[in-house]
């Protein structure tokens, strides 16, 4: 939401919302030579923890606006929040947990995006938003479970079911790190043993994928839940396939197929050197 004309009548201005309090443009002109906003309002709460977020105009309820993409009702219980905060973490690449009954723990992709959200479940209501500032932030621990859903898992074929498919194998999931703008593309896998066996009656501790991998390098090869899991936690993990397709030609010292991989509908196309991209 952007500064408005103090003449403007925000929905929730006559709401009573603790906390809420409208920047005077006219003051901040004058504080710090800022005279494209005189005459002109803006809104924010400033919850208990001294944390103050804009407050944006909603259709059942004024947004508190976290960070980037993260914007939660006001009005809700934590259970139905949190629906909305998963949601903009698989699309965004953050991490969003429940903690406790009625807290929301929510990390961005910068350090300081880090907070506590926390609902009144009986008013259905957001009472505090809490940063955290710790002088050395933690990589929240994201479980293995997150990257490997039952429905990934079921839409996967196994190792080498799609061995006589070569390069027209259909990626069925895409997980993108944005730290380093890597993807990989898994086509099939199947959980292994210590040893990396897939086909033994020992204890699986592993899950081994088959697919494209974009990076530095593209190339075709194996890839690990564990690796996923190791080496970033921001980890975006796409929607199951839809029918659009790119055919993509991968050139490298070790690699020259070509073939066509069905995304996820919002992949972004593959950018390298190594790889040609149409649509089909």
Known sequence: MSWENKEHKYSFEDKPIQGLHLLDGDMLAKAINAPYVKGQKFPVVEFPSGTECEIWEGRRSPIIHIYGEMDLALHDTRDEAFEIANHAAEECGYFARKVGDSGIEVWGNDDDEHYLVTYDNDQKLMVDVAQNKAEKQENPPLPAYQYLTDKIRANLPPLYANEKKGAEAIAQVKYFDPSSNTTWYASEGSPVDEDGLYNT????????????????????????????????????????????????????????????????????????????????
Do not use: H
Request: proline letters at 5%.
């Open 201 to 280: 009656d020992k204890e699986k501790t592993d899950f081994v994928f088959f697919g494209l991998t974009s990076g530095v390098d593209v190339e075709l090869g194996y890839f690990s839940l564990s690796e996923l899991t190791r080496t970033n936690w921001r980890r975006m993990i796409s929607s199951l396939p839809t029918k659009i397709s790119f055919k993509f030609v991968c050139c490298s010292n070790a690699l020259s197929a070509a073939g066509t991989m069905t995304l996820g509908p919002k992949s972004p196309p593959i950018a390298s050197k190594a790889i040609v991209i149409s649509t089909t």
